[in-house]
Every structure is written in C-alpha cells, then in structure tokens.
C-alpha cells in the first residue's frame, strides 16, 4: 500500500468525499494507476464524486488538506490508497452503512487491513481468492493476432449476453441475476457494446467463441476483463491469438494493457506470459 506523506499522522475524521477533493483523489489514485484502473476510469466517466453519478461513494481521511486515505463503497468495495491503520478506520465506517457490495477487491495488503473490520459486521466470505496477478504489457505483443476478432456491433447484443453471462458464472460461482437483475446485467453489457469496448470473435453460426472487454480505460492504461473462450474450443490456441488482438487493439488507446488473473487458473496464466504480459503487483478479492 501507498500513502502519501506517511510521516504525518495528523488525520481527520473519515467522511464522504466530494468534488472539491477530485484533484487531490486523483493524485492518490495516480500513486498506482494500473491498481486503481477502474476507479479512475468510472471517477473520470462521472466527472463528479457525487454516489449517484459514480454508482458509489468515496470514503476518505485528509491531511493538511490532502486526501491521503480513501475507498469506494458501491456493489463492490475498493480500497484506493492509504496505509493499513486509515483503512481500517474507513472500513468500520463502511461496515455500518447498509451493504450493497457483492465483493471487496484491490491489492492484497489493502483489502486485507479492509477485510478484517468488514468481516466482524458482513461475516464469514463465500470465497477469498489471495495473490491474483495483476499483469501489464507496455509493448506490443510478439504472437501473431485473429483477424476474426473485433468489436462487437449493436445488433450482436443478443448474442453476446450469453456468453459475458456464462463468464460471469464461471468467474465469481454465481449467475449475474444473484447480483442484480437480468435488466441490469444486459444493460452494463449492451454499454460495453455501445462504447465499442466489448471484442468477440463468432463462428460461422454467429454464436460467441470469445470474448474479452475493455472493463476500464485511463491515460496509463486499458485494464481488460472477461477474457472467455467457450469451454468446447479451449486448449487449441484460440484465446491466446484472440487476445493478441484485443491487446493491439488497447495499445491504441494507452501505453499499457493491464490485466489480473487468479492464482489458480494455470491455463491463463500460461497464456498471458506467452502473450509477454508481466506481473506488476499482487491483489485479492472477496467475494460475498
């Protein structure tokens, strides 16, 4: 974890944080731009710190007038920068507002010193997955692409759901409607659609064979999520000359991709290093 100025413990009480602490959020937020990705992005998209723009809100600790401290409570918790014994201090405060997250994700020390006052309010977790790679490429990939890979059109919407559904469930153990509504889950797809950030590549009965998004997209890098090959083609090279596209194509937007991938799955791992992707810190993630 990083803090800024962790010499000075003068600290104020933790409270919500609002659009006159954006620049001094955001210089927090740089201190780790690959870790802290997808808040970036979303803090970015909203141009605002108000929950009902951003879909959570932010928690943070000052000192002499800096954000030093902060996480984000929404569907998801996320610790955002800040040494162990602040976080644990936003986290209690967390834990006492009515739980809407399904899942506490960030770099391990942090979601660590998070977890344990979580947990004495929310109890025991569904799954605790330790030291996920969180992986960058800063260059472009030496394996050869699939030009039958690119981004997913309006009118393939229908098509795609299923597939970014059947991720989910193999992904987090649970369909996406125990975390929200079909509703909700179709429209968070059919954004990534809209916003040309979704990639597949369909075989000749127009039904997904993979698929990979663009969850997050800053000025350092584009962070990728649900990389999926369906299960019946794995083990024949697909994904790895699939993702080479996808990769190429998100250099385009930033001077890095980045990625993370549980410890566990020895199949991508494999993939991304031959991909020349690169281990740049270690996360967790909770799942409730």
Known sequence: MTALWPEARE???VAPL???DLLSLHRLLALDPLANAVIISRVQSASSLDPRRLGGSVLGIRS????????YSGGTVVPLGGDAEDLARIAQCVARRPRAATSVVGPTEAVCAV???LEQRWGAPREFRAGQPLLVLRGSSRVAGDRAVRRVRGAELDRYVPAAAAMFAEELGVPPDRCGSPAAFRGRVGELVRSGRAFARFDERGEV???ADFGAVTAHTVQVQGVWVRPDLRGRGIGTAALATVLRAALRS???VSLYVNAFNAPARRMYE???MREHSLLTTVLL
């Open 254 to 256: 930033a001077p890095s």
């Open 274 to 276: 031959k991909l020349g």
């Open 64 to 71: 002499r007038g800096e954000v030093v401290a902060a996480c």
């Open 115 to 117: 977890w344990g006052e």
């Open 11 to 13: 600290r104020t009480a």
């Open 18 to 20: 609002a659009d006159a």
């Open 209 to 211: 064979v993979f698929k």
